[in-house]
């Protein structure tokens, strides 16, 4: 089933996204913990959450200014050579990075984050339009699901490794974020050349009208407009609740940083197996009903992990990882975060095939372009809604809830949208571009 996974066509852009994801989170995860725990920009006169959030932003927002532009550049050149200057690039930034944490640069190091979020804009449509170049129709699904499988995979373990080899010193936090870079690097060179699309696409620099015109252009053809909403509300539900968990350990069970991790790794892997899963099942043919059945799965968990929130205690604050995991009462409630990434992976796996599928290969990188935008859009969108929640309510289960309810909503507006989501057949090429 997935024997393609093995090959240059597939193993080279595996693991040269599973690196740069990975890269990304390993150093905004340690700039973060440093600007928190051990004072690095301390002596600019900004308080330490204000440079947090300000990193966040310089992170997101290159892909609101400059994904039009990544579309039409890898729809322009050959997209195996645009991954590789766009790992070059990695290179360089860290290589300036490394000397921003030797000297304490905090404003230089900010500089390098948005250069990182540049980078991972322009890496992006590659990383998805040259999927369907690389792998016939009948792999797709399995690739997508291995490709969203380690992505989250990348994210968790680049978190997890990000905080802890902070307490190893600034050398160490070099050596390694170099080092990812360079191997990424090096796995990016075997991927095979791919031709251009579309020669002659012109690459518009005019940011507001090369970003407007492409989402026009985007929410033009009805499945592609579809599929990126739906993918977009799985990125602000995944956004929300992975930001929101770690509010949720030091709120309701205790050692916070240990056991936010352990939610963490518990809802990526859920959907990491749901993403496999769902291409197994699916034996290589995009039906569009499993989305609606990972929407009903990301609804009903969501529903009762929010209802168990209502019933916990304060944290008791000598509760310790070891003994949370002693006690088998919350098991319950780590099989149901494992559940929501789980149903996660049902519904996002379908949906980016179906945008790689419904896109003509002149115009797939733009969709992912435009996919990007909207996504990120989506997860302002949560961070909103949660600030606004919690702000008034002061509840994590009632902003738990109206997230879960939101599935609910989803699956109504995108049967609507487009009703061949109810119809019982998979769906092929010629439908799926109609």
Known sequence: MFEFARTRRFAPLFATQFLGAFNDNLFKTALVTLISFYSLGSDS?????????????LFVLPYFLFSSISGQMSTRWNKATLAKATKIWEVLIMLVAAYGFINNQIWLLMGCLFMMGTQSTVFGPVKYAILPEYLPNKELLNGNSLIESGTFLAILLGQIFGALMVAGG???????????????????????????????????????????DLLQQAASIKPIKTAIIG?????????????????????????????????????????????????????????????????????????????????????????SIWIFLSQAQNYYLLGLLTLMGFFGGFFSVPLYTWLQTASSDAFRAQAVAANNIINGLFMVAGALISSV?????????????????????????????SPEMLGNHAVTDTQAKQ
């Open 45 to 57: 006169g900004v308080r330490p959450e204000i440079l947090v959030a300000i990193s966040t932003l």
């Open 170 to 212: 600034t050398y160490v936090v070099v050596a390694v974020i170099v080092l990812v870079a360079i191997l990424g690097t090096v796995t990016s060179f075997y991927m095979p050349a791919t031709p251009p699309q579309n020669p002659a696409q012109k690459v518009q620099i005019n940011i507001v009208g090369s970003t407007r």
């Open 231 to 319: 993918i977009s509300w799985f990125w602000l539900v995944g956004s929300v609740y992975t930001t929101q968990l770690s509010s949720f350990a030091k709120t309701y069970l205790g050692d916070s940083e240990a056991l936010f991790s352990v939610l963490l790794a518990m809802f990526s892997i859920g959907i990491g197996i749901g993403s496999i899963l769902c291409a197994k099942l699916s034996h290589g043919r995009l039906n569009l009903r499993v989305v609606l059945w990972g929407a009903a799965g990301m609804a009903i968990s969501g529903v009762l992990f929010a209802v168990h929130t209502f019933g916990l205690p304060p944290a008791n604050p000598d509760t």
């Open 389 to 417: 929640v919690i702000f008034v309510f002061d509840s994590l289960g009632l902003l738990f809830l109206i997230l879960a309810l939101g599935n609910i909503g989803i699956i109504y507006f995108l049967s609507r949208l």
